[in-house]
């Protein structure tokens, strides 16, 4: 079932054991727009059943917030133009390189090109998919690009991200929301969960320009700027202790600088970027 955010706003929950992200659907008066396009053409069919109960106008519009596969690769059954920015288009080249049969699949599993996970979701929801070949995006832009849906705006920005280098994020103006996909999360490099730190700063920068009360997050559906700013606030605390690639000073740090031990969040955050500086030094 879609969640109403609004009049114009809705979206379809992330669900973890899937690994489905959320999925946005933003409707001015003439157009509705799609956030990310699902996991799989199953989880897009999912998806557009539930907006068929709506009265919504035409779906023109897919943006898919950065490449990654859950995010990806649903976008061929949307009869829509799909935009990505200049660094995602890049990476859905590689997407659309690979071949999905069993045994290719099996294969860039074992070389490391893919996860478990992916070939297991790809292999349940797309039953044809022997000579699947993943769509090219139909709009690309640099920076920014600002849509009009028919009296509804909508802002899409490439910014700098700690989870990938071309996460795009949507604001609405008139709703006040920010749809950031994933671009608020870690990555994996090598084995080690890591947050990009010199990027944090200038990604938080890069979010708070927009004047918004609440948050689309890409696998956590919403949070209001409270919680948004405890998350912010807890990763800065983190980051501003992490000068090497020691836990125990950075642990000592955090003691001598906050008077207090760090929370759960704050600890799995100085661990990503003590991670952070083992994969720069490597
Ligand atoms: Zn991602």
């Known amino acids: 079932m879609l969640n109403k955010f609004s009049d114009t706003i809705y979206y379809l929950s992330n669900q973890d054991d899937r690994e489905r992200p959320t999925l946005g659907l933003v409707c001015g008066n003439r157009y509705s727009l799609i956030i990310d396009s699902g996991n799989s053409p199953q989880h897009a069919k999912d998806f557009l059943r539930e907006i068929e109960k709506l009265n919504v106008p035409p779906i023109k519009y897919v943006v898919i917030t950065h490449a990654h596969w859950d995010h990806l690769l649903g976008v061929n059954e949307f009869d829509a133009s799909v935009i990505v920015n200049s660094r995602t288009n890049e990476m859905i080249k590689e997407w659309q390189r690979l071949s999905y049969d069993d045994s290719s699949l099996q294969k860039y599993v074992t070389t490391n090109q893919m996860s478990a996970m992916c070939m297991k979701i790809i292999q349940t929801d797309m039953p044809n998919r022997d000579i699947f070949k993943l769509k090219s995006p139909d709009l690309i832009f640099e920076n920014t690009l600002t849509l009009d849906l028919g009296n509804k705006v909508c802002i899409l920005e490439n910014i700098k991200s700690t989870h990938t280098d071309d996460s795009t994020i949507i604001y609405i103006p008139d709703e006040k929301v920010v749809f950031l996909g994933d671009c608020a999360y ?97």
Not at 198 to 226: R, V
């Open 186 to 282: 870690g990555t994996t490099t090598n084995s080690l969960f890591h947050y990009k730190q010199s990027l944090l700063l200038p990604m938080i920068k890069d979010i708070q320009k927009y004047d918004a009360d609440m948050f689309l997050l890409g696998h956590e559906s919403i949070c209001d700027s409270n919680e948004m700013n405890i998350y912010w606030e807890e990763l800065t605390t983190a980051s501003q202790v992490v000068k090497s690639t020691s836990l125990e000073n950075a642990l000592e740090s955090f003691k001598v600088e906050n008077y207090r031990v760090p929370n759960d969040n704050e600890l799995f955050f100085i661990k990503a970027f003590v991670n952070d500086h083992i994969i720069q030094s490597q």
